[in-house]
């Protein structure tokens, strides 16, 4: 079975920081864009950063771009977020996404179930 | 970045209804929309791709179409596992956008 599970949420102060972790699982990880999408509570999806198969190129959302550095271990079929200088703006669902390629329009395929990141004091 | 409006944000509609939902690019995307489907409390799920494809195991009652900035997801009869929130998005460039989404609710 294709999938993927994300772990790592948590509660942390602002300006604390928090790594998220996604596991892969059925498929051949390491030839697929990996990508961070979240969503504040009640509101809709924001893409926050992708990293190419081998690691090698990765972009950002303005908003995280300095703060969050994304990475993957291809041996351990694994994709993360590192998370620093946290904001209140920060809380919400981070979900993890398999692109396809051209084939299909780069279209994220496969979803994690998600994790809750909640930045309080 | 390309900004991607999504219209109507909700609508109420009766099961057996079809339903439309039209997403605006702001710049030409060619076929790279995308549409997916939320559930509350659950991840999004991937519909159509390349704004006319039906992605494996989607009824065939879910349809796509449109090219270049307007695009259309189409519900014809309506079940009622099909009341949730619905999103477009753009893969032709980074950063991928979505649209702001389109609640549909039980009339």
């Known amino acids: 079975e294709v999938r993927l599970v994300e772990s790592g949420g948590g509660l942390v102060q602002p300006g604390g920081s928090l790594r998220l972790s996604c596991s892969a699982s059925?498929?051949?990880?390491?030839?697929?864009?990996m990508h961070w999408v979240r969503q504040r509570p009640g509101e809709g999806l924001v893409w926050v950063s992708r990293?190419?198969?081998?690691?090698?190129?990765?972009d950002y959302a303005d908003s995280v771009k300095g703060r969050f550095t994304i990475s993957r271990d291809n041996a351990k079929n694994s994709l993360y977020l590192e998370m620093n200088t946290l904001r209140a703006e920060d809380t919400a669902i981070y979900y993890c996404?398999?692109?396809?390629?051209?084939?299909?329009?780069?279209?994220?395929?496969?979803w994690g179930q998600g994790t809750v990141v909640t930045v309080s004091s | 970045d390309i900004q991607m409006t999504q219209s109507p944000s909700s609508l109420s509609a009766s099961v057996g209804d079809k339903v439309t939902i039209t997403c605006r690019a702001g710049?030409?995307?060619?076929?790279?929309l995308n549409w997916y489907q939320q559930k509350p409390g659950k991840a999004p799920k991937l519909l159509i791709y390349?704004?006319?494809n039906l992605q494996s195991g989607v009824p065939s009652r879910f349809s796509g179409g449109g090219s270049g900035t307007e695009f259309t997801l189409n519900i014809n009869s309506l079940q009622p596992e099909d009341f949730a929130t619905y999103y477009c998005q753009q893969t032709y460039s980074t950063p991928r956008t979505f649209g702001q989404g389109t609640k549909v609710e039980i009339k």
């Open positions: 710049q030409s995307i060619s076929d790279f």
């Open positions: 059925g498929f051949t990880f390491s030839i697929f864009w």
């Open positions: 990293i190419y198969g081998d690691g090698t190129a990765t």
């Open positions: 996404a398999r692109a396809g390629d051209t084939t299909n329009f780069r279209a994220f395929d496969i």
């Open positions: 390349g704004a006319s």
